[in-house]
């Protein structure tokens, strides 16, 4: 399995950005898949998941409301629309996916419960 992450850039302070993540390898989308950022000097953090067989989207709380996750099964792809950018959303965003259909809700934000990963793509955003 791979994942292609893309479309990041460099934007201004409420510019959008929307992030794609191309999976293949495998003919369902139908498992959990994450994106996760890393900003300078700073760990990898959860930013929002879909488990499609649960029929959830999670977000992280300093995105909800502006990053919205969604997929499209038949480009096995899955998005993350980003809007209201600000200055503390720079970093690299990552997506990854689950090897299994089924992740429990607690383990949704770990890194571990993820199997396959992309290369990244990286966001900036100015003031």
């Known amino acids: 399995v791979q994942l292609q992450a893309s479309g990041g850039g460099s934007v201004q302070t409420g510019d959008s950005l929307r992030l794609s993540c191309a999976v293949s390898g495998r003919t369902s989308t139908n498992y959990p898949t994450a994106w996760f950022r890393q900003a300078p000097g700073k760990e990898r953090e959860f930013v929002s998941a879909i488990r499609p067989r649960h029929g959830g989207f999670h977000y992280a709380d300093s995105v909800r409301g502006r990053f919205t996750i969604s997929r499209d099964s038949a480009k096995s792809t899955v998005y993350l629309q980003m809007n209201s950018l600000k200055p503390e959303d720079t970093a690299v965003y990552y997506c990854?996916?689950?090897?299994?259909?089924?992740?429990?809700?607690?383990?949704?934000?770990?890194?571990?419960?993820?199997?396959?990963w992309g290369q990244g793509t990286l966001v900036t955003v100015s003031s």
């Open positions: 990854a996916t689950s090897a299994v259909s089924g992740i429990i809700l607690s383990q949704i934000r770990t890194e571990d419960s993820y199997d396959y």
